[in-house]
């Protein structure tokens, strides 16, 4: 079992372009009605750059980019397209056949990086990226539109040294879209119905106790934790420009350094921060 202290810890991550199609995807915004503005294409490239940046520069990440794919409009959103921890890597299998597609690229470099390359098998199961939360102790998988029991199978199976329990997601939302980790023992939940019984569910599947830190707007709950040296805590979440009383209540997070990133556009193709990116620990250090 991979040691706590080492929850947060990254040497690489893995992104993708984003290609000229992704302007004209049909935009599913989580939890919206349809009604979503038309993606800005040169608002998308400026905040993917600065999104890249971080992970290069504040993060200290050796970043792998793969190309734009124009026949794949909704590849940049690479954290759909494998589960990892540790040295294993399960690639998923999307409920959107046409995004199984993305995953090839994604497997050629997840094998040269020397990686336990974990494929789905099973037709029956949908899995995607999002709808798993890792906490550095167990695994909850949202059961939703996108992912089913089965695809909670293949996480189980995979990751045998870790419970994996399974948590209802109503609509059209991913686990994800309202939750993620601000630490080893924290979680940071949105404000919504779906949010609070998610919430509520997860505590009574856990044997351990997480702290919550809860923020009025559900999106801005997606955070991307991670830890630098020894003791330097990291939180890149929504900015303030995109939801203003949502940044607050991060600010109770003692000796830790908030990055504010926005991405308005990919959040229009139902994206979050984390699932920009594939993050991995090559080093396995403690």
């Given at each position: ?40 294409l040169a608002k998308a490239h400026r905040q993917y750059g600065v999104y890249t940046g971080i992970l290069r520069q504040k993060l200290g990440l050796q970043v792998i980019e793969l190309a734009a ?218």
């Open positions: 079992m991979a040691n706590i202290s080492s929850f947060g810890k990254y040497t690489h991550a893995i992104v993708r372009c984003i290609p000229s199609s992704f302007g004209t995807a049909e935009t599913t915004a989580e939890g919206s009605d349809g009604a979503t503005e038309p993606v800005d794919d124009e026949g794949l409009p909704y590849s940049t959103l690479v954290g759909d397209l494998a589960v990892i921890q540790g040295d294993t890597a399960l690639l998923t299998r999307p409920w959107v056949p046409s995004r199984r597609d993305e995953i090839s690229s994604v497997k050629k470099v997840l094998e040269e990086l020397k990686l336990r390359v974990v494929e789905v098998t099973d037709e029956t199961a949908t899995l995607d990226g999002s709808d798993v939360l890792f906490t550095g102790r167990e695994f909850f998988v949202g059961i939703s539109k996108w992912t089913n029991h089965r695809g909670a199978e293949m996480v189980a199976d995979a990751f045998r040294d870790f419970a994996v329990s399974t948590v209802p997601v109503s609509g059209t939302l991913h686990l994800r879209s309202f939750c993620s980790m601000a630490g080893p023992d924290t979680v940071v939940i949105g404000s919504s119905d779906v949010a609070k019984k998610a919430m509520k569910t997860m505590e009574q599947l856990t044997d351990h106790h997480y702290e919550t830190l809860t923020v009025p707007d559900d999106p801005a709950a997606n955070c991307i934790y991670a830890r630098l040296g020894q003791k330097s805590s990291v939180l890149l979440h929504r900015s303030a420009e995109e939801y203003p009383n949502s940044v607050q209540p991060f600010q109770k997070l003692q000796d830790y350094t908030l990055i504010p990133a926005a991405c308005t556009e990919v959040a229009k193709l139902g994206g979050t921060l984390s699932s920009c990116s594939l993050l991995i620990n090559k080093k396995l250090e403690i």
